[in-house]
């Protein structure tokens, strides 16, 4: 019999070869290719969100625009009934974010966004593992996303549990130490530094991983090369709601 370890093992590597399986086949699909049994994936012949057809460069002003109204308090009134027909027939979001799962950090609020707008990926820490990666590859190859954002924010408890792990030998249970051994190389590079740690490692962290998609994934760094796809880096600030980009 299968203890919990294995079977959460067994569960996890399961789940990445459906994602990788999943994948190839609409790759296989938006190349003109067919799925397995004769089936094939619901296409539409105009992207149901026109004004999301953006180049990189528009993308990212388009979230900080975003962004600026959702600092001040001016965000627009967003119409969900009515595009409901649309976005049940297909997406073209014009981004994709890698973002932290704390619920205070929703990307869709901070960029004043509606559904079908952004492609959101969410992890404790914000970083790149193969489910986030399959994800995203998705994004670009398939949906045509033109930016990926890595979105960490201050005050992160996933970060905070890495530096602690780090300088005071925290331990902790479960599944948590996942978490801190991804986001610890971060912190390592950081610790010397001075100042504000917790601060740095954040930054650290959202860095590393806008470097781990291109580095880990072809599809993402020809996208790159190629000029179609831009990957950024910012981190979030919970008392002003501001998105600070990295540069």
Do not use: W
Request: aromatic share 4%; net charge neutral; charged share 20%.
């Amino acid at each position: 019999m299968c203890d919990s370890t294995c079977c959460a093992e067994a569960a996890a590597h399961s789940r990445r070869s459906f994602l990788r399986s999943s994948l190839a086949a609409a790759l296989a699909v938006a190349a003109g290719g067919a799925l397995p049994g004769g089936l094939a994936l619901a296409r539409t012949a105009s992207p149901p969100k026109p004004q999301n057809v953006l180049d990189p460069d528009a993308a990212l002003a388009r979230l900080t625009e975003g962004n600026a109204r959702y600092v001040s308090g001016v965000t627009r009134r967003h119409d969900f009934a009515h595009e409901r027909p649309a976005l049940a027939a297909g997406q073209n979001p014009y981004a994709a974010v890698l973002g932290c799962a704390d619920s205070r950090v929703v990307p869709e609020y901070a960029f004043d966004c509606a559904r079908g707008d952004l492609f959101v990926t969410r992890v404790a820490g914000n970083f790149v593992n193969v489910d986030m990666l399959g994800s995203l590859e998705y994004s670009v190859a398939v949906l045509g996303v033109p930016l990926i954002l890595v979105l960490g924010h201050d005050k992160c408890g996933a970060v905070a549990a890495a530096v602690k792990a780090i300088t005071e030998s925290a331990q902790y249970p479960g599944r948590i130490p996942s978490l801190v051994s991804a986001i610890a190389p971060a912190v390592q590079k950081v610790q010397d530094g001075g100042g504000d740690l917790l601060a740095a490692a954040t930054a650290q962290n959202v860095r590393d991983n806008v470097a781990a998609l291109a580095e880990r994934s072809t599809i993402l760094g020809d996208a790159v090369r190629a000029g179609k796809l831009r990957l950024a880096g910012a981190v979030y600030r919970l008392d002003t709601g501001r998105v600070e980009f990295l540069g």
